[in-house]
């Protein structure tokens, strides 16, 4: 019995893996999607390198959830001012 190649990930098998993933689900925020740990899950870092860096330059603020460092408190899910 062979199995289907395993290098081409079908959409089921990629829910899978993403499920596994998950970014702080703990975090009930409505900003969610602009934190850190959500964006880089979305691949932010890759796809908007700059920005990221801008975020992160000079950081003030340390995620208690994930130890990221932000210019921002609203970049993070529990920011703690450094
Ligand atoms: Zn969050
Ligand atoms: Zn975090």
Do not use: W
């Not at 062979?2 to 079908?10: F, I, T, V, Y």
């Not at 990629?14 to 691949?43: F, Q």
């Not at 920005?51 to 950081?59: G, I, N, T």
């Not at 995620?63 to 990221?68: H, I, L, T």
């Amino acid at each position: 019995m062979a199995a289907a190649g395993s290098c081409g990930l079908d959409a089921e098998t990629k829910a899978i893996v993403a499920d596994k993933m998950e970014h702080n689900p703990s975090c009930k925020s409505e900003g969610h999607d602009k934190h850190l740990c959500s964006l880089m899950y979305d691949g932010f870092h890759y796809s908007h390198r700059e920005e990221y860096k801008a975020m992160v330059r000079d950081a003030e603020f340390l995620c208690q959830n994930c130890g990221r460092t932000a210019k921002g408190a609203n970049s993070l899910c529990e920011p703690l001012k450094l």
